[in-house]
């Protein structure tokens, strides 16, 4: 039986196996899901990997990125691997919630499973205080992306191996977080867990087909109690098939169905959602953005790991660069990404329909940005930014009216307002107003665990929401067009 060697950051073992199999499948069966954002087409290059012996030959995708691709690679005999993992920071930061009438038990957990990343919050019940929180990257990302990816998948019958692979991190993030603070996995009463429409689809296993074709009419939007893990969990409401359960937490979080100001909050991800607060009435929405925010689909994007290039500024007119825990770049993250957009519209260097002179615009050592990497940022920016425009214009009112910009999410917990601004990607005159919520998913969640009466809130919020689709929205065409302008026209105006 042939074997395969692997070397994992500073750990070595072996594994023997039948067949010719993919590497990326042999690595899954291990436990090992490198990011595959092109769904392992072979065209982002974001599974490269280190891989020698009786392997079959490079393939054209191969040749192309100039390294083996684990997605590409078939493994034929005895090889062997060497395998640094992308372990990026998760975002567990956020309000701190107000002990209610907690939900059952003495202790519980708050779960926001994202597309890209699984966070946990472990709490006292009784008094109300934050024991252990635990993060990991969502492995479902080496099947696809995005939430569309993922739905094609489940499809295709990968619907048990990816309800599996968020199952499994769940369960070691509650263990890790009970040995953390020296109670047993048996002591926990109630989690509350929350998610797009998609994620909590694939975690309970229901078929996502509904969610794959027009008119995109979810048969369960959750609001609900269940069993995971052997313990009592609470879904909240999701507010439509891509408005999910993770912005009803987010405005629950943020209070501002409890103001009587006009607020938006952005969500921006690969799959971002807005939502519009103005006399008591909710309005929302979401768009696909698409990965480029989270570094997937950039030539040297990368999560939030030591090395990743999270800063970009100009000095005297000269590109600077800062990177996370000041290494060696290694690529750039969402917020370096939006920051050197901005830095090189400043220079000149990309102009205001996003054209590029250059094959390359460095950033630091072997990272740069390409042509390609602009039009990725464009599409992705211009999404958000129609988003927002079309939401303000049904509502009546100005981006000058709007007095709160709230901003969730991972990637908003690092970006600079001033760039996101210079970009288009939210108004500018929004970009002294922002209040960043850090992962207001999970804080929401956790509020719903200290306090089950918030349920009704969310019930209420979710129930009384008004969907605007964009899809085949005439007015949400007319404004990604001019959105896609990096700094001529001001759509927010």
Request: proline residues 4%.
């Amino acid at each position: 039986m042939p074997i395969l060697k692997l070397w994992q950051n500073s750990q070595y073992r072996e594994i023997s196996f039948t067949g010719t199999p993919v590497l990326a499948a042999l690595l899954q069966q291990q436990g090992i899901h490198a990011p595959h954002p092109c769904g392992g087409r072979g065209f982002c290059g974001k599974c490269a990997i280190r891989a020698e012996g009786a392997l079959s030959d490079l393939t054209a995708a191969e040749e192309r990125a100039g390294t083996r691709l684990s997605c590409q690679t078939v493994v034929l005999g005895d090889a062997a691997v060497w395998i640094r993992e992308d372990a990026g920071t998760v975002e567990t930061a956020g309000n701190v919630p107000v002990l209610g009438t907690a939900m059952a038990g003495h202790f519980g957990a708050a779960v926001d499973i994202g597309t890209t990343t699984i966070a946990l919050k472990l709490y006292d019940l009784t008094t109300g205080t934050l024991l252990a929180e635990e993060g990991a990257m969502n492995p479902q990302r080496s099947v696809a992306a995005d939430v569309m990816g993922r739905i094609g998948a489940a499809m295709d019958g990968k619907l048990p191996a990816l309800q599996d692979m968020v199952t499994e991190v769940v369960r070691t993030l509650l263990c890790n977080a009970c040995l953390a603070a020296h109670i047993t996995r048996e002591q926990i009463g109630s989690l509350v867990v929350t998610g797009n429409t998609t994620m909590l689809y694939l975690l309970t296993g229901r078929d996502p087909a509904c969610l794959s074709a027009a008119p995109f009419r979810a048969d369960c939007l959750f609001g609900r109690e269940d069993i995971l893990l052997e313990t009592p969990v609470y879904y909240p409401p999701c507010m439509n098939a891509f408005v999910g359960a993770d912005i009803t937490c987010a405005v629950l979080d943020s209070g501002m169905h409890r103001k009587e100001e006009t607020s938006l909050l952005c969500d921006i991800g690969t799959n971002g959602e807005i939502a519009l607060w103005k006399n008591g009435s909710l309005y929302v929405t979401s768009t696909a953005a698409g990965p480029a925010f989270e570094g997937a689909g950039i030539s040297c994007g990368c999560s939030s790991i030591p090395g990743a290039i999270d800063r970009v500024w100009l000095d005297q007119g000269k590109i600077s660069v800062h990177t996370i825990g000041e290494q060696s770049a290694v690529g750039v993250c969402g917020s370096g990404l939006v920051d050197a957009i901005a830095a090189f519209l400043e220079t000149g260097d990309i102009d205001e329909t996003g054209a590029v002179e250059e094959d390359t615009l460095p950033l630091a050592d072997s990272v740069a940005l390409i042509p390609a990497d602009v039009r990725a940022v464009q599409l992705a920016k211009g999404a958000i930014a129609a988003g927002i425009r079309t939401l303000l214009e049904l509502a009546g009112i100005s981006a000058e009216e709007v007095e709160r910009l709230y901003i969730a999410g991972g990637f908003g917990s690092h970006l600079n307002p001033d760039s996101a601004a210079d970009i288009g990607l939210i108004p500018h005159q929004l970009k002294d107003r922002v209040v960043v919520l850090g992962n207001s998913a999970l804080s929401g969640a956790a509020r719903l665990l200290l306090d089950r009466k918030l349920a009704e809130d969310a019930e209420k919020l979710a129930q009384n929401a008004v969907h605007v689709a964009l899809s085949g929205n005439s007015r949400f065409n007319r404004h990604f067009m001019n959105a896609m302008l990096f700094g001529e026209d001001d759509i927010f105006e």
